[in-house]
């Protein structure tokens, strides 16, 4: 099994609908990140989480939340989805500061 | 602003040969440096990591050098592979002034066989 799974895999959703994307992992790792990937951008940090009680905004939180449910949850919400949302998004774990380890991927079309 | 740039987009190299990706980071305060390897429909996976206090990392095929003078690092696989074609990233870490990781745009590895 995955270290590191996303729900759901592929999603179409409209303009103005409220969308969920969670992030399971196994690793045992306190920290938490959500990114999304854009042609010609790279990843981009959405927001992270340290541990349970620590949240964190990243370099563009906005149009976005999260919630860490548990040590091994963390999920991102769009509250009201916008065209320009449409991207691959990625949650990932750590243990140390650095090194990353990311789920599949959730690739996000907002019509 | 983009304080992480990878500059080749896409890079063709023919198998057995070498390979070297490059990167280039603006912000002094980076003082960790980490290259991912990325498949079609997965997630990108660690491949090899440098901290500022050196200036090269090697494992099996896969060095890293770092030249912080000129804010610059780049990758070397030997010999390259056809296994190897994928997307790497380069990113830069900094452990002051709070969490910061920033990622290059990537550069998408061709190896022919």
């Known amino acids: 099994d995955a270290d590191v799974t996303q729900t759901p895999r592929n999603r179409i959703t409209k303009t103005g609908k409220r969308i969920m994307l969670e992030c399971s992992q196994t690793?045992?790792?306190?920290?938490m990140y959500w990114y999304r990937q854009d042609p010609g951008l790279g990843l981009r940090l959405i927001y992270y989480s340290f541990d349970v009680k620590d949240i964190n905004k990243g370099e563009i939180s906005d149009g976005y939340s999260v919630s860490r449910q548990a040590q091994a949850k963390f999920s991102l919400s769009l509250e009201s989805a916008i065209p320009n949302q449409t991207a691959l998004y990625f949650c990932?774990?750590?243990?140390?500061?650095?090194?990353?380890?990311f789920g599949p991927g959730t690739r996000l079309t907002v019509t | 602003d983009q304080q992480v740039k990878q500059n080749s987009p896409s890079l063709s190299v023919q198998e057995g040969r070498i390979s070297i990706l490059n990167c280039d980071y603006t912000n002094s305060m980076f003082d960790y440096f980490l290259w991912y390897k990325k498949y079609p429909a997965e997630g990108p996976t660690f491949l090899i990591s440098i901290s500022s206090i050196k200036d090269k990392n090697e494992d099996g095929r896969f060095t890293v050098f770092l030249n912080k003078s000129a804010k610059h690092l780049s990758l070397h696989i030997v010999p390259s592979q056809p296994g190897d074609s994928a997307v790497y990233f380069c990113a830069a870490s900094a452990n002051t002034g709070g969490f910061k990781t920033i990622f290059g745009a990537g550069t998408r590895l061709f190896v022919k066989a």
């Open positions: 990932a774990t750590s243990d140390r500061f650095y090194e990353q380890y």
């Open positions: 690793k045992g790792h306190d920290r």
